[in-house]
């Protein structure tokens, strides 16, 4: 089984490029293809889990490499890998997939460009299960900017929408951003190694890296001596600030909404988020290279702690059904990092397999939503429980999960990472409280405003979206309930594929446990009273927290502050460039070729008047010699005989007197 | 075989040019055929060339007879793993900047003649092991393009073949005197490039050893070129024909690269190595304004000269690399090299394609300002699949052979040019920014009723793009069967400057 996984990437490839050939000939326009490959990955990969689960639960080992380029004296090798963490990514990845791609079936129908929409879906799916095989950094760094660029494509699916467009670049450029600290942190990692192959890289990490430190200055900081594995780790971490959507690099997320339903849910919300989560995991090694107070780690803790605070805080006052549930993938990505960060290697990678399904869940329903409503906006919503039963239903199922309700999956995904926070970083355990509390009030508010109630708007007339879209409901909704149940305490199955160094889980504590089921209750308690049993008007609480709501529902002016530090400079620079560019480097250019042209026209006007001048003069001179000359020829004797008769008194003169 | 192959190949486009010349004028779709047609020997010439020096080191083909034996000048002709790609780049881009051609109507007789001269010309540069033929094919490529530009060129061709004359020119003379230089240094009455480098005439001469290697840093700067030697390359690029603007940035940029790793390096290592902190910096300035001022242009084709500039920087930056004083390893070294001959490579085809591309669009729509599209990707299909790939190849999207130069020139330089390498990573992001504003304002967004029906890319169109499509994708997924050929040229270099 274990021989077939190069398939699991190289199926998807292939279909994706089948039906950007072929497109509309394809069986269901290409949409049967895309979904047999997805399945025989799906397929591949749950045999490869019960075969490591038949024999006693060991995660699996197994590689392959090719040479890919050979340069000096070295040859890079490219090759796939998997072992359990891996397996967990490739489930999450093939099952989202699989039923995101049956999902567009309904949802993108009759789309005049329904194949290439599934092309692209292919090429996601390709690149990330080829991000979560590779044995090497380099490769997954290719795959990184693969995934980019389909996310980037499906965002701009729609792309005569101006603000798709925008959306699409706005999500490219910044994650770029992001990715030259990965760029810069591979070459770190690769020039102080010599190698890329993760096995080499761990293998470094106690000798080498954690050992050779480097000093530098930074901004406000001043001068620094850190471990080379702090810099690289951090630096790598950029590159998941970016595509997992942390402060300050979220703000591509939100705006990446304008693509379809089915993209949000699979790309930006269950796989291609996380892949920065996942990258922190794979790199573990170098980011836990000291036992006690690794920076790296406490930089990722506190950037997860800022990032889930602050957009759940925005979460609670959009009014954009599925930016509520951006802001809240970003929120819950933070938790992830601030799991990773806190050393819970384990909770936030089971963090990342609750949240996939239930957020794909929350997300399919959204679009479920908006496919038979019209609109996104939960102000002219309201009592569509009755209308959309079943997607009403399965998107209960899926915030109970996302708020953290025992025994629903995100309780006990969240729990393990507030046990973690609890044991090594108290103050991230009060963020992650806190951040549980407005967790389950945002998504109590959205649940009301959308499906409970009277219609708001009368002439929106909502009906139930067809079986092939609220089938992957079901099948999510059944996730959100199941999911968790693979990593309880008395069973961490979970724990046996994904753990650090063979790490013993923490003992389960119920205090904790506790704790953060009251915080979610008191999240959905407050939801409800405001917005469903109305104790107190939504309106007045915006007025008694003006300035906080001010800043929430201008998302913490995060995107204005980027825009006047970066964007704006970056265009007087171009502008300023160009006109050096033109006036003083070209300008200088044509300067000497003036100058050459005037130097000429001096020397023209010398070679004119001066050296031909002589010339002329001389010409001038003999003519007027000659003309003088002519005067003497008179031909009268008597002129003769006196110029003779002069010229020998001179003779005489000269030769008596010298 | 082995010892004419080079020289077939140099001299074939002239009698293909004879053969032009016997055909009556008027028979404008014959003599473009037989012009297409006839280049295929040397495209197919170099293909064979490449599969059989595939894996190894050293000159090859070398052909060596006397010519003016009074002052030692041969013709010398061989190739290596510098000069081998460069054959196929050459011979393929003029295949496909032929078949482009195909629309030409004014003068074609002498335009398609001018084209296969100017193919011997580049052909001769690459062949060329003795100074003095050297410089004279140097030379001969230099006037069909001033021809090509001054004739088929755009409104201003007159200024803007002019300025690419004289400037290439001042180049030139720089280049000749240094030449000379070497040629009366070495004493030994020859012009063989291979046995001057061998003996260094200027090894520990301080000034001298300078000034020649300023004079002929001047000559190859110009052509490849380096800030602030740059500013006639957008005018000739918007100027120029298409076919031209291809050529251009495919080949005869990369004759200035070639200049800097076939004679300066080898020649003057010492002082090439004392000076590179210097050629970094230009290369470094080359990269990020480059990115800067295109992202200012409005006009389509100036902003994919601009780009070229941008883009140049990168090889620019793997030389200084594989030269600098700091004491880098051979594989480091032989890494950045490799790099920057992957991107003269990468570049002339990208660029190729972005070139081809711009002209698709100017000779439907009679404008190139930026401002005015949007929206072609509803219209054109076929050519927004082709702009989307070749601008995502060209901003080093992973994947595609951009990235694999891009990617080995920074590995190279990392550490040799901390410094330098990370405020190059500058250049990334904003070349990403340009080249996705580009294609918003071209493909995306509302489509503007003007262009509504414009015609999709036609065969003629399609032929010239595709095979570069390929090459792009090719190279970047599976970039070792050009490797093979590199990576002995770049290892043989590197060991020059030390090891550590």
Redesign the interface.
């Known amino acids: 089984m274990l021989e077939l996984t190069p398939l699991i990437p190289a199926l998807p490839l292939a279909g994706s490029a089948l039906i950007a050939c072929f497109g509309g000939r394809l069986p269901g326009q290409g949409s049967y293809p895309a979904i047999a490959t997805l399945a025989a990955g799906w397929l591949i990969a749950l045999g490869i889990l019960g075969q490591t689960l038949a024999h006693g639960a060991h995660p699996p080992h197994w590689e392959r490499s090719i040479?890919?380029?050979?340069?000096?004296?070295?040859v890079l090798r490219m090759g796939l890998a998997l072992d359990g963490l891996g397996l967990a990514m490739l489930l999450v990845v093939t099952t989202v997939s699989l039923l995101v791609h049956i999902y567009s079936v309904g949802y993108m129908h009759g789309d005049p460009r329904y194949p290439r929409f599934f092309s692209f879906l292919q090429l996601f799916s390709a690149s990330m299960l080829m991000l979560v095989l590779a044995d090497n950094l380099?490769l997954l760094?290719?795959?990184?900017?693969?995934v980019g660029?389909s996310s980037?494509l499906l965002i701009?699916f729609w792309?005569?929408k101006?603000e798709a467009?925008?959306a699409a670049?706005k999500a490219?450029?910044v994650t770029?951003?992001g990715d030259?600290g990965l760029?810069?942190g591979l070459?770190?990692l690769?020039?102080a190694v010599?190698s890329v192959a993760f096995q080499d890289i761990f293998a470094a990490v106690d000798a080498q890296l954690a050992t050779t430190t480097v000093s530098f200055a930074l901004p406000l900081i001043g001068k620094v001596v850190w471990p080379l594995a702090a810099v690289a780790a951090i630096l790598i971490f950029f590159g998941a600030m970016g595509k997992s959507a942390q402060f300050p690099l979220h703000v591509w997320l939100p705006d990446a909404m304008e693509g379809p339903t089915p993209v949000s849910a699979l790309i930006h919300a269950a796989t291609m988020v996380a892949a920065g989560v996942y990258l922190v995991a794979r790199m573990y090694p170098v980011f836990h290279y000291t036992d006690h107070g690794s920076l790296a780690l406490t930089f990722v803790a506190g950037v997860g702690a800022v990032t889930a605070l602050m957009a759940a805080t925005i979460g609670l006052v959009m009014n954009d059904i599925k930016r509520v549930l951006a802001y809240s993938t970003v929120s819950q990505l933070g938790y992830m990092m601030m799991g990773l960060g806190v050393g819970g290697y384990t909770a936030g990678m089971f963090h990342l397999f609750t949240h996939a399904f239930f957020k794909a869940g929350l997300f399919l329903g959204s679009g479920s939503v908006i496919h038979g409503t019209g609109t996104q906006d939960i102000r002219e919503m309201g009592g569509l429980a009755r209308r959309m039963p079943q997607t009403y239903w399965t998107f209960v199922l899926a915030t109970a999960a996302l708020a953290g309700i025992f025994p629903f999956a995100g309780f006990w995904s969240k729990d393990e990472i507030l046990l973690d926070a609890w044991l090594n970083m108290r103050w991230v355990f009060y963020v992650g409280l806190a951040g549980g509390v407005l967790t389950a009030f945002y998504m109590g508010r959205l649940v009301i405003k959308t499906f409970l109630g009277e219609p708001r708007q009368p002439d929106i007339h909502a009906h139930e979206s067809p079986a092939v879209m609220t089938t992957p409901l079901w099948i999510l909704g059944f996730l959100s309930i199941t999911a968790g149940l693979i990593n309880t305490p008395w069973n961490p199955v979970f724990h046996h594929y994904v753990s650090f160094a063979q790490a013993e889980a923490p003992p389960f504590s119920l205090a904790i446990a506790a704790a953060g089921t009251a915080a979610a209750i008191l999240g959905l308690a407050g939801a409800l009273a405001v917005y469903r049993w109305e104790l107190v008007s939504a309106s007045t609480l915006r007025r008694m927290f003006r300035p906080l709501y001010v800043l929430f529902s201008n998302k913490w002016y995060v995107d204005e502050i980027l825009y006047a530090l970066l964007v704006k400079p970056?265009?007087s620079?171009?502008?300023a460039?160009?006109a050096f560019?033109r006036w003083i480097?070209?300008g200088?250019?044509n300067l000497v070729?003036w100058t050459g042209l005037v130097l000429s026209r001096i020397q023209g006007w010398l070679d004119r008047w001066v050296v031909d001048g002589l010339v002329n003069a001389v010409g001038y001179a003999v003519r007027g010699a000659g003309w003088l000359l002519t005067r003497l020829q008179t031909g009268l004797a008597q002129t003769n005989v006196l110029l003779a008769f002069a010229g020998l008194v001179a003779l005489v003169w000269l030769l008596v007197y010298r | 075989m082995e010892r004419w192959i080079l020289t077939v190949i140099t001299f074939w486009p002239l009698v293909v040019l004879a053969g032009v010349l016997c055909i009556p004028g008027r028979l404008e779709r014959f003599i473009k055929w037989f012009s297409i047609v006839g280049s295929l020997p040397p495209l197919a010439l170099s293909v064979w060339l490449w599969m059989d020096y595939s894996g190894q080191a050293g000159m090859r083909y070398v052909m060596k007879a006397p010519w003016i034996s009074a002052i030692g000048v041969d013709y010398h002709v061989g190739a290596d793993g510098l000069s081998v790609p460069m054959f196929f780049l050459t011979a393929l881009l003029t295949t496909l900047s032929l078949i482009y051609s195909l629309n030409i109507t004014v003068r074609v007789k002498e335009y398609f003649a001018l084209f296969l001269l100017l193919q011997t010309g580049m052909f001769g540069v690459f062949a060329s092991l003795d100074y003095f033929l050297f410089y004279v094919f140097w030379e001969i490529s230099l006037v069909p393009m001033y021809f090509l530009i001054g004739i088929w060129g755009g409104p201003r061709r007159e200024y803007a073949a002019i300025k690419f004359f004289l400037y290439t020119l001042v180049g030139s003379v720089c280049m000749l005197l240094a030449i000379l230089a070497l040629y009366f240094a070495t004493g030994a009455e020859t012009f063989d490039m291979l046995r001057i480098a061998e003996q260094q005439p200027f090894a520990g001469r301080g000034v001298v050893q300078s000034l020649v290697f300023w004079a002929l840093f001047l000559g190859f700067a110009i052509k490849v070129p380096v800030w602030p030697f740059h500013t006639w390359l957008p005018d000739a690029h918007v100027e120029a024909p298409t076919a031209g603007s291809v050529i251009l940035a495919g080949v005869l940029l990369k004759m200035g690269c070639y200049g800097f790793l076939r004679i300066l390096l080898p020649t003057l290592p010492e002082v090439s190595a004392q000076y590179s902190l210097w050629i970094g910096v230009l290369a470094l300035i080359s990269i990020v304004y480059g990115a800067f001022v295109a992202m200012a242009q409005m006009d389509f084709k100036k902003l994919i000269a601009y780009s070229s500039v941008n883009h140049m920087g990168y090889v620019m930056l793997g030389i200084a690399a594989a030269s600098s004083l700091t004491a880098a390893d051979l594989t480091d070294r032989a890494t950045a090299l490799n790099g920057a001959m992957l991107q003269m490579f990468s570049h002339g085809v990208i660029t190729g394609a972005l070139f081809l591309l711009v002209g698709v669009i100017y000779e439907r729509a009679h404008t190139r300002d930026l401002r005015e599209f949007g929206g072609l990707g509803a219209v054109m299909s076929r050519y927004s699949v082709a702009l989307w790939a070749s601008c995502f190849a060209s901003l080093g999207l992973p994947g595609m052979s951009g990235f694999v130069a891009e990617f080995f020139v920074f590995r190279g330089a990392f550490p040799a040019y901390l410094l330098l390498t990370c405020l190059a990573t500058i250049g990334l992001v904003v070349t990403a920014a340009y080249l996705l504003w580009t294609i918003q304002r071209v493909l995306l967004g509302p489509t503007n009723e003007r262009w509504a029906k414009l015609p999709d890319m036609d065969a003629r169109e399609v032929v010239s793009v595709l095979p570069l499509m390929i090459l792009m994708v090719l190279f970047g997924v599976y970039p070792k069967p050009i490797l093979d050929i590199l990576n002995g040229f770049a290892r043989q270099l590197a060991a020059l400057f030390g090891a550590g």
């Open positions: 040479v890919w380029a050979p340069t000096g004296d070295t380099l760094y290719i795959s990184w900017e693969l660029l980037y701009g792309f005569q101006p467009m925008r670049k490219f450029i770029r951003l030259i760029f810069l070459l770190t690769f020039n010599g970056l265009f620079v171009c502008r460039a160009f560019d480097v070209d200088l250019v070729g």
